[in-house]
């Protein structure tokens, strides 16, 4: 039996939902380019479209809105758990935890349950986040978007048109993208018979890691460390040199120009282009691809999406803490359509491995 590290190359189901071409650059949601969806939809309707195939007319997206705007509220007990949870708990680790105390029985994945999640993950977020710093959380309200309302219950007031623009398109461009870890994590629970809330915590568990949805942050702490264009090649050198990573470079799938990122490299320009932040972004990139194809030549690394999503989470606002949990929020879209593509036609993943120890001596 052959070991393939990684499941590198590997297909483990057929799925209508994204293509993901590594060699050419594109990423699809259901027949229509992401980057195109980006631009002219609502965060609503990509998510309708994920769950239900098709983008929705005028009418099902403003029912689908208002379904989801009706959901917002969390459960008494959730909301006194999160008062509770150690304050050094890790936002992600609070977000399991919360997921899955929304369970209430075992439970078949259905759309309904998808959408009740999905609705309360932004008040989750806030709700933490203003625990502990101490600040009340704004009331609830349902006549502003997904993506409006999240901001809202952050930052206590409106964001502007170009904010909520801006981090719909980072929201839209991170909802789905084909068998990445944390979607097969989910599909692998699925799979057991499990249900939703116990697919989606595995599914953030594994968002949580540095390789994965990590990243965006820690590009942030990179970029603070650089700290000046001067200073770009030789800390790039002395990092590349120590063998370590550079995060926000090199993906598994792409090994071109990563579509997501080249779309929010627009979003976070048209946002922040004159920012000293956004200049010293786009100077590193560049001499961290220079440097990356001295010191790993025709390993093909380039910029992904996580190195751009900084830049737009922190034009809109949003502190260094709340990048990954935010990831969370836009790609609960994705997990909940694979556990339901999962549901109708599923075989339980089990892989095999291959044992290496030793034998009984008899
Ligand atoms: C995303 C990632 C985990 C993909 O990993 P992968 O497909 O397993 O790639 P590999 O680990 O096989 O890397 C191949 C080579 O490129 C190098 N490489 C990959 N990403 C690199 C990076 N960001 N910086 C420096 N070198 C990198 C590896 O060290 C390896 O070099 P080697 O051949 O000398 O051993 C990896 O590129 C990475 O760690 N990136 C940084 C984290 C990040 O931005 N994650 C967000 C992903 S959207």
Redesign the pocket.
């Known amino acids: 039996m052959k070991v393939v590290p990684?499941l590198?190359g590997i297909a483990v189901t057929e799925t209508e939902l994204s293509l993901v071409d590594g060699e050419k650059g594109h990423l699809v949601y259901r027949g229509h380019w992401a980057k195109e969806l980006a631009v002219s939809q609502t965060f609503e309707a990509v998510v309708y479209l994920l769950w239900y195939g098709h983008l929705p007319g005028k009418e099902e997206e403003q029912c689908f809105r208002d379904l989801l705007a009706s959901q917002r509220e969390l459960p008494v007990q959730v909301t006194e758990m999160l008062e509770r949870l150690p304050r050094k708990m890790d936002l992600m680790s609070v977000l399991q935890t919360a997921v899955s105390s929304l369970a209430t029985a075992e439970e078949t994945p259905t759309r309904e349950r998808a959408v009740s999640v999905l609705a309360k993950i932004p008040t989750l977020i806030a709700c933490r986040y203003h625990l502990l710093r101490g600040s009340r959380m704004p009331k609830i309200r349902r006549d502003l978007s997904h993506t409006a309302h999240y901001l809202y219950l952050l930052q206590g007031r409106e964001a502007s048109p170009a904010q909520i623009r801006a981090l719909e398109a980072y929201l839209i461009l991170t909802a789905e993208h084909g068998m990445n870890a944390s979607t097969f994590a989910g599909r692998v629970v699925a799979s057991t018979g499990s249900d939703l809330f116990s697919a989606l915590t595995a599914a953030i568990g594994a968002l949580k890691g540095?390789?994965?949805g990590g990243?965006p942050s820690?590009?942030e702490g990179m970029l603070e460390a650089v700290g000046s264009v001067e200073e770009a090649e030789p800390w790039i050198r002395r990092r590349?040199e120590a063998?370590?990573?550079?995060?926000?470079?090199?993906?598994?799938v792409y090994k071109t120009q990563?579509p997501r990122a080249e779309a929010l490299r627009k979003v976070s320009e048209g946002l922040s282009g004159e920012d000293p932040w956004f200049h010293l972004a786009v100077e590193v990139e560049r001499t961290a691809l220079r440097l990356?194809e001295e010191?790993?030549p025709g390993?093909r690394?380039h910029t992904?999406?996580?190195?751009y999503a900084a830049a737009v989470l922190r034009a809109v606002g949003l502190p260094k803490e709340l990048y990954t949990p935010t990831f969370t929020l836009s790609r609960t879209a994705g997990w909940c359509a694979h556990i339901l593509e999962q549901m109708t036609h599923n075989r339980i993943i089990r892989p095999q491995s291959v044992y290496t120890g030793a034998m009984p001596c008899d």
């Open positions: 990684g590198e540095p390789l994965h990243a820690e590009v590349l063998g370590e990573r550079l995060m926000g470079f090199g993906h598994r990563d990356l010191y790993k390993r690394l992904n999406v996580e190195f």
